[in-house]
């Protein structure tokens, strides 16, 4: 018998899996024109680097959606509308990181990067969300209530992170963009805990 | 042993996961000009608005998905096709989403909402043929026959409702999608019975 | 324990899932202009004909996919590369689909319809070669001697009444169509057999 | 109880079959104009073998996903990670097809054919890591020894070959497509060793 929250986990993997590979399309294909191809991929670098800083954000978290229901077990209605909120958000990424792509070297940078910053807080938010009615619903798997903890203390941190990078746009967009990757590297790994299962 | 419907889920789970994430690709993406960012960003509120309308419906629709097959247990011919129908409603759904996008504050305003509107009583419609089909043919669980009542009252509302929907359009645009919104909050809800799976 | 083609099957419904919901894409969204949105939208009516009928297309495809592996149980490499030729003209609708939406009343409608009926003859015998294959090779479940009988005699007629869909262009192409939609129809209703289990 | 890897199967499958079908994306539709239908359709011929191509190489990836993970059966984070990295090289794959595509017959079709060939040594170097971790972390199933070193030396041979592809568009840019088609047929066939799953 399948478990109850298999085909939330389905679902949430064909949003994920659709996201990030729609982020490709905002990579726009240089037309034939005078200036040589090469010279006119290497101008585009702004949309390389968007298409990978979002990559690694929506693979990030989809390496923790699926860590978390490692641990969630059952499900209910609550649930079902929660984990459909952080889908809300994961579905949305493609935008900021398109109107990052066409203004990272325009008058509207920053702009551009607090639109990006503020998407990450709101799916940060979720994230807790989903996370904490779940572990206040008891839906949690009976061996989890260790990780669970350190999950919990992780996550707390997501969203008061993302708001310094949104701070940190009207000093700096690079340094703003560069803490959002190293926040990104900082979930990839799990929380510290011993004995969790996504640690070995 | 995979169940009888698993296959049928899945196919259903791409669709709607789908169908949902390419709503943002009608976001468009503001070029750079004169006008700043922010502005521009803003004046496109009626995709924002779009977006998240038809997120939640279609989120909503997959939430019934799934409720409706924890009860539905058997599959024949006819299901698959009635179920194609559904899909068929679900896929659609991007369009009307950015007629209205484009034209709600426009001349075509009131064309559009009507149009937005009949694709969800279409929806409702073929919603209530898969589920009335799967309990006339017996392929429910044995132990749904309540939560079937239940869902049997609760669905045959949304054909009637959305029709009160488009004809409110010719009262008021604004009317009409506010309970359009409402009305998928109300599908959000389990049908109230005693003992249904998905009301813990 | 997951059975052998299991995953040949997810990733085969990804395909349908996607190919059937990219075809709202080719649906153009109407500009605000001086004519009305609602003429506007009826004249684009080769584009919604075009969606309509590829959906049925495809979604009748994906029902008879699932019924064919309903028999096969086993898997080997010749059976995923045939899966993945098939799966390359499942991927390739949405193309003649917009060109026959584009030119259905230009002066191309001939050719495009030509195309489209084209890329169903080679659908056809993609499905063909699959079954064959598979019932060469013994992958059958043992208990689907009879009703693999009578799919293979089905599928047979495939590929020969495309051909006649695609000799009825120089005919007439409305005809041509409404032969196509009526042998999706007839694809979508399973082998004439005693005890196949999607018969029910 | 579903594998440990169930999920990373499930998340890219959706990927391998977003990215193979948002292929037909970048294959244009010919607009109406005074040039036949035909012969416009006929002039786009490197987008078919652009699409053809990438098909070929996504769909064999996916062929070779399939059979690692039939091998792979235990699941830590550093495979979440690296599996990872190789989906971002699949997602990639659009964006040189459609600049190939492009670019094939104008002055920019060394750079094209290039970064084409680069991506694909990307790829098979992910895939590579991906293996070899597997493989040095004991994740794999204990009766794989013998098949899994015959696909670490069928592996090793990706890069080098992908390599002198890219060398070869210096040479002759139609020479270096079909060596990398060829290639994508050689990797179609399991490596090959007495007693493999994938061999029957």
């Given at each position: 018998m399948p478990s109850e929250t298999s085909r939330i986990e389905a679902f949430s993997d064909g949003v994920f899996a659709i996201a990030v590979t729609l982020l490709?399309?905002?990579?726009k294909i240089p037309p034939i024109t005078q200036a040589s191809l090469a010279s006119q991929l290497l101008q585009q670098w702004p949309s390389y680097f968007a298409f990978l800083l979002s990559f690694l954000f929506i693979g990030i978290m989809w390496i923790n959606h699926h860590r978390l229901f490692t641990h969630i077990k059952r499900s209910d209605n609550g649930l079902l509308i929660l984990n459909l909120l952080l889908l809300l958000g994961v579905t949305a990424v493609p935008f900021p990181t398109a109107v990052l792509a066409m203004h990272?070297?325009?008058?509207?940078a920053r702009t551009a990067a607090a639109l990006y910053n503020a998407t990450y807080i709101v799916i940060a938010v979720f994230f807790n969300l989903l996370w904490r009615y779940a572990v206040s619903k008891k839906?949690?798997?009976?061996?989890?209530a260790e990780s669970a903890h350190a999950i919990s203390r992780q996550y707390a941190l997501g969203p008061l992170v993302y708001v310094v990078c949104l701070g940190l746009v009207w000093v700096s967009i690079s340094l703003s963009l560069a803490l959002n990757a190293a926040v990104a590297v900082f979930f990839a790994v799990p929380a510290r805990v011993a004995g969790s299962r996504s640690q070995r």
């Open positions: 490709i399309l905002e990579v990272l070297r325009g008058p509207g839906l949690l798997d009976q061996s989890s």
